[in-house]
Nanobody, 119 residues
Framework: QVQFVESGGGLMQPGGSLRLSCAAS????????MGWYRQAPGKQRELVAR???????YYADSVRGRFSISRDSAKNTVFLQMNSLKPEDTGVYYC?????????????WGQGTQVTVSS
């Protein structure tokens, strides 16, 4: 089973940048579409960015043009570059695989990393 460890979160002022990292263990990583999910306070967990095994990307409307997802398959790592941060980007960020139906994975969740955007 693949395990994920997220890091890189923190407190940032609006307009700032953060780079999140996700280290994955397990042999399924290289063939899996990977995503970054966000759970804002009081809201459901949502997919904000996805990258296929071939490098195709998807972004939620709320982050398109500001966030960039990438992966280093040789190092089993996924990144999320977050620019022009807004207070509404606040939440716990998790990485996980993205199932074929683009629903939420049922397992494999790590601890996540907290991102707080506030002045």
């Amino acid at each position: 089973q693949v395990q994920f460890v997220e890091s890189g979160g923190g407190l940032m002022q609006p307009g700032g940048s953060l780079r999140l990292s996700c280290a994955a263990s397990g042999t399924m990583f290289r063939n899996a579409a990977m995503g970054w999910y966000r759970q804002a306070p009081g809201k459901q967990r949502e997919l904000v960015a996805r990258i296929s095994s071939g490098g195709n990307t998807y972004y939620a409307d709320s982050v398109r043009g500001r966030f960039s997802i990438s992966r280093d398959s040789a190092k089993n790592t996924v990144f999320l570059q977050m620019n022009s941060l807004k207070p509404e980007d606040t939440g716990v960020y998790y990485c996980n695989s993205v199932p074929p139906n683009w629903g939420l994975p049922g397992d494999g969740w790590g601890q996540g990393t907290q991102v707080t955007v506030s002045s």
